[in-house]
DNA sequence: ATTTGACTTAGAGTGCGCTCTAAGTTCTAC
DNA sequence: GTAGAACTTAGAGCGCACTCTAAGTCAAAT
């Protein structure tokens, strides 16, 4: 619980977090980090564990389609403190019904590819399957 | 099974498929219809049911993330016969493979984001809830 | 001390998938 | 026959999320 933290250089943060140098420097520029990242006295990024399990949450939200924008939007919440957290919990909720229709649209998808899968692999047996045009 | 096909409009085509018309001409453009589509005497596109049922798939590949490119090359084994089955049947083997790994770094994200909203619901009843940094 | 590689910045460039524009043609209704 | 909507084309433009570049600074090893 107290900040015995170790600090990670870029390159660990982004072997951490599997995102790029690049990106979490984009990421930061573009607003998107808690609180700003710690510097060594060269200028060097020093992550925290905590920076990485916010990036870490941060990469939840992009891989279900969150625009950096509306990311940018929950940062600017949390930053404002603990008054915001019924914005923030409605943003989320929001989100959460986004991402289940995503699930259902991947889901229902994937049951069409899977059945053109089996219509390949001849579903029936004995090779009864018809010629079909696609 | 017969060719008592229906032909429907561009606009027709969109309302049935939920693409935009100009979403349409562009697929046709990038080469992902299976076969020409059918032209009125006025040069106005004129979809069939055949045409409707294939963009309808197309658009499962889309939501799914293969790329325009990858249905490009599906199309184009389709287009070249029976022969190119296996090749077909491995290229959607291996975006099922993807997909299947979509669906499940989605799910993976939509717990953490749940995990998340319960904290902001206050997951531990009797307000026994710690503060979070985030 | 010098080389090598990791880091810094601001800003430009890229790739993808649309999405729109403009100028012209055709269909539908009156 | 004429107005207005729907269609046609080639090609330009856009939004998003990176991704890279260039010029410079810093760190670790020899």
Same mark, same amino acid.
Request: hydrophobic share 45%; glycine share 8%.
């Given at each position: 619980m107290t900040t015995t933290d170790q600090l990670h250089s870029i390159a660990e943060a982004s072997e951490l977090t599997g995102l790029s140098t690049h990106t979490l420097r984009y990421y930061e520029? +573009?607003?998107?980090?808690?609180?700003?990242?710690?510097r060594a006295s060269s200028s060097h990024r020093r992550y925290s564990q905590s920076d990485i399990n916010w990036v870490t949450f941060l990469t939840k939200l992009r891989s279900t389609s969150m625009p950096i924008a509306r990311v940018r939007e929950y940062v600017e919440l949390c930053r404002r403190g603990e008054d915001t957290v019924a914005d923030r919990l409605e943003l989320l909720l929001t989100h959460r019904i986004v991402v289940a229709a995503q699930l259902d649209e991947m889901t229902k998808s994937? +049951? +069409? #590819?899977?059945?053109? #899968? +089996?219509? &390949?692999?001849?579903?029936?047996? &004995?090779e009864e399957r018809q010629a079909s045009q696609q």
């Open positions: 520029r +573009a607003g998107l980090m808690l609180d700003p990242v710690d994937l +049951a +069409a #590819i899977d059945f053109k #899968i +089996a219509t &390949y692999q001849g579903s029936h047996p &004995y």
